[in-house]
């Protein structure tokens, strides 16, 4: 990054209601000291140390720490009770058979606890594989401003690891400070570093946590394994000389983020990852720094869908999603942006990166400020943005597209601005700021908005846009854009996509009456 609906998250606080295991079977101490895929407990409210096992749990972290977990293991941390510290499990499980890491007692108790109590990781899971961290709630408030993460997961020369699944977690009150790095400050840190041995995860599943009041960022992955030509001059300086390694297999998905410092999300050296049915509500609240709400770097083939993004605290950046240094191939699209005070999208290459092959197509924004397309310097190769409603009443961006005037220019090689609807109810805004030639627009419809660069088929006339953003019955916007190609095949509500002329904006359906 530059020097930088309602009901998704409705449906995400049910599922964090209920832990997905359940309660283990009693293992006697025998049992959890030599049998295979034995449990293993923790309850650091006892006052008497025990073995770990159920009758006589563990009473503090450096018991967990000081024993090898192998293929299906269970640690189990006691509902109700507090572990200060950081834990550090030693160990691997398997793909059949991973290490699992959650809570045991009363569904009536409250979550185990795992407070960092200031430290660097509260979790850190190092140069291993094939883990589950299930169910607990893990916390990081003392000593505020200092590196912290909430749960890292760090390889170093390691190769690639496989199996990792973070779920059903709530993690809140992480208080670093301001840092974008490899080593913090996140609630969920994915770390690849080393330069000796290329190094990935493969199969990664974030899925249904609540992550609230978190600073800097909420779910950040950076690696070393990262260069490539598509870099340019971003490229890390402690980078590993070898080809560029991404992370494969990668999902990130019904996660509630909160009340975030700095960005949402940003997916950082992966291959083919997969972003979707993610609350973002609030980010960019507390950073200096720029930030958005999701965004990739140096990644390919990243598809982000069915989100709903709010709340982008200030202008720099503040948008909801960006794809930006040497992202190639990333899909925006089915997503909700609303009230974010910098805009919808970033397309951002500089310092010598190019951005290929984005697309952002049937979303919706609602009241997305300052500007809702921003393009930085750099080069930005084939934008495709169709088919998406812009809805602004309350707030009223200055800019419909912005281009950054830096040294060298933003080059923009076709940048498409296809069937997307326009509707504004306020006054002034929508203006250009340094557009450069390679922007083209056909087929919008611009209804309270002045439009000032041609628009070949655009509509002026009232499209009959819905308070729901379909489209009432003889909208003008019916029927009436331009064929796009390799259209993903349904609309922001799931209809599928008629051949022929598609309707103007991010609604495919019959006109509602």
């Known amino acids: 990054m530059r020097r930088h609906h309602t009901a998704l998250a409705a449906a995400a606080l049910t599922a964090l209601a209920a832990t997905a295991l359940a309660t283990p079977a009693l293992a006697t101490p025998a049992q959890a000291a030599h049998r295979p895929g034995a449990a293993f407990y923790v309850d650091c409210a006892a006052t008497t140390a025990g073995d770990g096992s159920h009758r006589h749990p563990w009473t503090a972290l450096a018991d967990a720490n000081a024993h090898t977990f192998g293929p299906g293991d269970r640690l189990l941390f006691r509902r109700g009770s507090t572990c200060t510290g950081t834990l550090t499990p030693q160990g691997a499980g398997t793909a059949d058979a991973p290490v699992t890491i959650s809570d045991y007692g009363s569904r009536s108790a409250p979550r185990a606890v795992l407070d960092g109590a200031g430290a660097h990781d509260v979790v850190l899971l190092s140069n291993t594989e094939h883990y589950r961290v299930s169910g607990l709630e893990i916390t990081d408030s003392?000593?505020?401003?200092?590196?912290?993460?909430?749960?890292?997961?760090?390889?170093?020369?390691?190769?690639?690891?496989?199996?990792?699944?973070?779920?059903?977690?709530?993690?809140?009150?992480?208080?670093?400070?301001?840092?974008?790095?490899?080593?913090?400050?996140?609630?969920?840190?994915?770390?690849?570093?080393?330069?000796?041995?290329?190094s990935s995860y493969d199969g990664l599943d974030i899925h249904h946590n609540l992550i609230e009041n978190v600073d800097r960022e909420g779910i950040y992955f950076k690696s070393t394994f990262s260069k490539r030509d598509l870099v340019g001059n971003q490229q890390d300086p402690n980078a590993f000389p070898g080809a560029w390694t991404p992370s494969t297999h990668v999902r990130v998905s019904y996660n509630t983020l909160k009340s975030i410092g700095g960005d949402g999300m940003k997916l950082d050296t992966t291959a083919g990852a997969r972003v979707d049915h993610n609350r973002?509500?609030?980010?960019?609240?507390?950073?200096?720094?720029?930030?958005?709400?999701?965004?990739?770097?140096?990644?390919d083939d990243t598809t982000v869908e069915h989100n709903e993004v709010s709340g982008g605290g200030n202008t720099h950046d503040g948008m909801s999603f960006d794809a930006d240094g040497a992202s190639q191939r990333t899909v925006f699209q089915y997503n909700y942006s609303h009230d974010n005070k910098g805009g919808f999208l970033l397309v951002c290459p500089?310092?010598?990166?190019?951005?290929?092959?984005?697309?952002?197509?049937?979303?919706?924004?609602?009241?997305?400020?300052e500007r809702l397309l921003q393009n930085c310097w750099g080069p930005i190769l084939n934008t495709q943005v169709y088919n998406n409603t812009f809805y602004n009443k309350e707030d009223i961006p200055k800019n419909l597209v912005q281009d950054d005037n830096s040294s060298p220019a933003t080059t923009v090689h076709e940048q498409h601005i296809t069937n997307n609807l326009f509707v504004s109810e306020g006054t002034g805004g929508y203006g250009f700021t340094n557009a450069t030639p390679g922007l083209a627009f056909d087929h919008n419809a611009f209804y309270g908005i002045t439009m000032t660069r041609p628009n070949p088929g655009g509509i002026t006339t009232d499209p009959l846009l819905r308070s729901d953003f379909r489209l009432g019955a003889g909208s003008p916007a019916l029927a009436a854009g331009a064929v796009v190609d390799n259209n993903g095949g349904k609309d922001y509500f799931g209809h599928p996509l008629k051949p022929g002329a598609p309707d103007i904006g991010a609604y495919a359906g019959r006109g509602i009456k």
């Open 280 to 299: 973002v509500d609030g980010f960019q609240l507390r950073s200096p720094s720029a930030n958005a709400g999701i965004w990739t770097f140096n990644t």
């Open 142 to 198: 003392a000593a505020p401003g200092t590196e912290r993460n909430a749960i890292r997961l760090r390889l170093t020369d390691y190769g690639t690891a496989h199996g990792f699944e973070l779920d059903h977690l709530y993690i809140h009150d992480v208080r670093g400070g301001d840092y974008k790095t490899l080593t913090g400050s996140s609630a969920i840190h994915i770390a690849v570093e080393g330069k000796t041995t290329a």
């Open 350 to 369: 500089y310092s010598g990166a190019k951005t290929v092959d984005t697309v952002a197509r049937y979303n919706v924004s609602r009241n997305d400020g």
